[in-house]
């Protein structure tokens, strides 16, 4: 599980994701400006302490015992919930690019991606901010398009690299959620 997600290669895939994130406009410039927020308070205990913050689980094990939080109840400040929301805004991310991939428009896809993985944890204030920004989303392929690491580089290439991304994050999510289950450390409290 979180014993086998070193901190370091993580971060620097959260920052990588950040910049894909940020290609996708103005649509998903708020997700990129919360997950850069969340970034930073994980990199600030990571750098405080990076023998004791190796991996996730090891990170979260060493903050837990500074005693910081109340039980699930994350302190904002912390890298635990810098790590919650991180995880759950790549979720939203991935099931995005998850249903783009499979021919779904993107408004349709952010919505759904966004009712399932980060309306449950948003107030009513961020759960009408946030979608009011998918309607900026264009349309399928000028999306894909977006993405695009050459002028006139072919969708279904662009797709395929999307397919390997989301195949990738996937489990990582996976054993991500579990390790905060078994430290105790969801917090499902709205924002």
């Given amino acids: 599980h979180g014993h086998n997600i070193d901190t370091a290669r993580l971060l620097e895939a959260c920052r990588a994701q950040n910049e894909l994130l940020k290609i996708g406009g103005t649509a998903l410039c708020l997700a990129a400006k919360d997950l850069q927020c969340n970034i930073l308070k994980v990199e600030t205990l990571f750098k405080k302490s990076p023998k004791e913050c190796q991996n996730l689980t090891s990170l979260l094990e060493y903050e837990k015992s500074l005693g910081i939080h109340d039980g699930n109840i994350l302190d904002d400040s912390s890298?635990?919930?810098?790590?919650?929301?991180?995880?759950?805004?790549?979720?939203?991310?991935?099931?995005?690019?998850?249903?783009?991939?499979?021919?779904?428009?993107?408004?349709?896809?952010?919505?759904?991606?966004?009712?399932?993985?980060?309306?449950?944890?948003?107030?009513?204030?961020?759960?009408?901010?946030?979608?009011?920004?998918?309607?900026q989303l264009p349309n399928r392929e000028e999306f894909l398009s977006l993405f695009s690491e050459e002028d006139d580089e072919d969708i279904s290439i662009i797709v395929k690299k999307m397919r390997a991304l989301v195949a990738t994050f996937n489990p990582l999510l996976q054993s991500w959620t579990e390790a905060f289950h078994e430290l105790g450390l969801e917090d499902t409290r709205r924002v």
């Fill in 79 to 135: 890298a635990a919930v810098g790590l919650l929301w991180i995880r759950r805004s790549l979720a939203f991310q991935i099931q995005l690019f998850e249903s783009v991939v499979w021919e779904e428009e993107p408004k349709d896809a952010a919505y759904e991606a966004y009712e399932k993985q980060l309306s449950p944890y948003h107030g009513w204030m961020l759960r009408t901010v946030f979608p009011a920004s998918f309607g």
